[in-house]
């Protein structure tokens, strides 16, 4: 099987399956579930981790080639926040890349689309290479890839909720009109969700919760990977058109044929 | 517009009476429930919900993972001062209790600060009695700033405050504030606070309302078991969360189940809550609110305290003191009330990952809170 190669800014990722950090029983648990996974791109809360510590222990754990870290702002309600931690991240991580997230509301953790336009187009300013989480918006998709950043990540549902792809209608119009990769972000709670992403044309797709609170993480990291390979290659093989109705095997034209 | 004026269309009588009269049918719908809504949480604290637990834990259980997943929040109390010009009668603190009374140096401070972070500890919460002329806005402002360095997430439970202090203290770098009411039925809470500004039901009530307005990140809010009827108490608790997350959505909530201990010149519980209850209470809450954070203190028992990890609590303290001092300066001085659980920070810790849960000590970046 070939596959294609996702770019974003300088980074070329044979997996399209981004992953999370948080909610694993033990960071032996998150370690094993991501290699397994083949997640090359793991996003970490920088509320979380102890930048000050290079001991840390859930950094410690995710030191591989394979694996990039992907600083997240979870936690900040204001995009002076966001630039603020960003620049930390930057620091101590020693990466330009950051998921911006900026929710204000702490119960759904939606994110505020004001907010986040405006620290992107800071960010992107101070050279920083920004995936920014929001609400399936396309408008505000449009609006953040004028101002430069490297890829969109709309919610399919809101974080940790499982539900799936709740978005649907405005995911196939983000993804129709994007020039940046969208990675579906928040809300895929099954591998037939994210597969379904990816037959969609998602460039990627990230996982956090349906992994992490399964029964048994390491299977469930594979059984991501499996349905995101497949959904893509269902993507790029082209799925067979759905018809709105039945083709007829007499069709009432078949008489013209018999004229001739 | 305040908390007040939606308390003020509730009555504790009918309140009580509803609560009692709930049927073991009423129970069974709600159960079928997808949304479970305050007038299902108040059946749900119902006598009748008893039988029902179980199925209640189950759901508490599953939902909690889904939100917290298998993760548990380690935070632990720092008693600054026991001066305090209320009289409680619950409380070991109270005025005309004839305790010696210190207030921590900065000396003290940070000496405790330290055997604190030597434990593993990165969430700390300051604590004091409501002394305003000794422990006032400006010495918890001290405080705040004396170990601010060292901890990534600083709370307190000291007396309430205007708006203006608690926005000061948030510049200091402060996350979060706990305030219980202790209880929301008004007569009784004036036989219980019969001097001192504590006295004061609506100011206290009101409190939540000040925070919301300061832009608090986080507010703790609870009643003190043991001083009336917990059932109405917690409808009442209960009704206050939901106002809250409304009115000041940016805001985080947290609730606490504190359950009247012993203590010097001690006060029995006019309303027992048994363990039974309490598991109950904490069930009903999680099926209420699947993202109110809900926190055991060692106020509990080592058996409780071993069974709550899969109940729906995510944040436990440990191997707590609540003396000033208590840690390192002056362990031996006189406690606020006794622990019942006494394991130490190590103890919990492997308690809490044998069950399967990752024990979280930072989960806060002082940088949000501290970023001008």
Redesign the interface.
Known sequence: MTTDILNIADKTFKSRLFTGTGKFSSSDKMREAIIASESELVTVALKRVDLENESDDMLAHLKSNQINLLPNTSGVRTAKEAVFAAELAREALQTNWVKLEIHPDPRYLLPDPIETLKAAEELVKLGFVVMPYIHADPVLCKRLEEVGVQCVMPLGAPIGSNKGLKTLEFLEIIIEQSNVPVIVDAGIGAPSHAAYAMELGADAVLVNTAIAVSQNPVEMGIAFKMAVEAGRMAYNAKLAPIKKHAEASSPLTSFLNDLN | MSFKNTFETYDWDTLEKEIYEVTAEEIEKVLLKDKIELEDFKKLISPAAKPYIEEMAQRSNTIT???????IQMYIPMYLSNECQNICTYCGFSMDNGIRRRTLSDTEILQEAEHIKKLGY?HILLVTGEANKTVGVSYIKHAIDLIRSQF?NISIEVQPLLQEEYETLIQSGLYAVLVYQETYHKATYKTHHPKGRKSNFDYRLDTPDRLGKAGIHKIGLGALFGLEDWRVDSFYTALHLKYL?KTY????YSISFPRLRPHQGGLDPKVEMTDADLVQLICAYRLLDE?VELSLSTRENELFRNHSVHLGITSFSAESKTNPGGYSVEPESLEQFEISDERTTEEIKNMI?SQ???V?W????K??VN?I
């Open positions: 993972k889904k939100r917290f997943g298998n993760t990165d990534s997350q959505w940016k805001t985080k993202d990952q399967g849960y990752e979280v930072k989960d806060w970046s940088s949000y970023f």
